[in-house]
């Protein structure tokens, strides 16, 4: 089933509505949400599973205030994305949204951070190490990623009481060639920051630890403490490391940042 489109309020969100071809068949939408100038940097956001941009929003929307440039994207088959999710095909589409928005005047293509969450970490890892854009990034925030895809199917089956004798059987028929743990040394020497919680339900933090273990420099690993899934950025203090950190990788500093705050 598509996911459901969400209306997000204009007057509070200031945002320009992204759609692009990536071939005959299948249009993408994305927001692309300006920074308070002069911008430091543009973050290229790759979502959860779950839901759209108009929930996913929630993770990114205060960047902007910060001095960064966000382009937030829907994976084809969610909210206005057209055609069916595929990982084959959205990986595709990693390479086409961050060529769409590099072609941008009113960015520094040469500021990028790629920022992902959940399934969009672990996107992003395999993206971010066989694009040709590599050197517009200046750095990789892979959030609460799983580190193989069959190894975070078989997780979830065996938690299911009904599928718990067919997990490995199951688990077999996901596709695995394109698995972050086998491409994540591939990333450097871009710098990366890895992000994952002691008390993640979702994916647990054996997945984030195996990545960062498999990295190589430069790398830095923040494990937060008590934080459920994909919800770092709720916290006060990580949005200021994170803001800290984009602007020790962009070579910035903060003269145009407003107080950061929650809604």
């Known amino acids: 089933m ?3 489109v969400l209306k997000l309020d ?4 200031d945002y320009e509505d992204v759609f692009f ?3 005959e068949d299948i249009t993408l939408h994305a927001w692309f949400l300006s920074a308070i100038k002069p911008a430091k940097g543009t973050v290229f956001f790759l979502h959860g599973n779950a839901q759209n ?3 996913h929003i929630n993770s990114v929307y205060w960047l902007p205030a910060q001095g960064f440039n966000v382009f937030i994207w829907d994976y084809r088959g969610y909210g206005k994305s057209t055609g069916s999710p595929s990982l084959a095909g959205i990986l595709a589409d990693t ?3 961050l060529g769409t928005l590099l072609k941008r005047n009113d960015i520094d293509p040469n500021k990028i951070i790629v920022f992902g969450q959940s399934l969009g970490a672990s996107l992003a890892i395999y993206a971010v190490a066989h694009t040709r854009y590599r050197s517009n990034i200046k750095a990789v925030i892979i959030d609460s990623a799983f580190s193989s895809y069959r190894a975070i199917a078989r997780e979830k089956l065996s938690s299911f009481w009904l599928s718990w004798p067919l997990q490995w059987p199951l688990s077999f028929l996901i596709q695995d060639q394109y698995s972050p743990i086998d491409f994540v040394s591939a990333i450097a020497p871009i710098p990366m920051l890895f992000i994952y919680s002691d008390f993640d339900q979702v994916i647990p933090s054996h997945h984030g630890a195996a990545l960062y ?7 830095e690993k923040w494990v937060l403490k008590n934080t459920p899934h994909i919800q770092s950025v709720r916290s006060l203090s990580v949005r200021s490391d994170l803001v800290e950190y984009m602007e020790t990788q962009l070579h910035v500093n903060s003269r145009t940042a407003l107080p950061i705050t929650l809604p």
């Not at 273990?213 to 790398?219: G, L, S």
């Open 2 to 4: 598509k996911p459901h």
């Open 10 to 13: 204009p007057s509070k969100i």
């Open 21 to 23: 071809k990536v071939d």
């Open 53 to 55: 941009i108009s929930t």
């Open 95 to 97: 390479e086409n949204a």
């Open 213 to 219: 273990r498999a990295a190589r420099e430069p790398k």
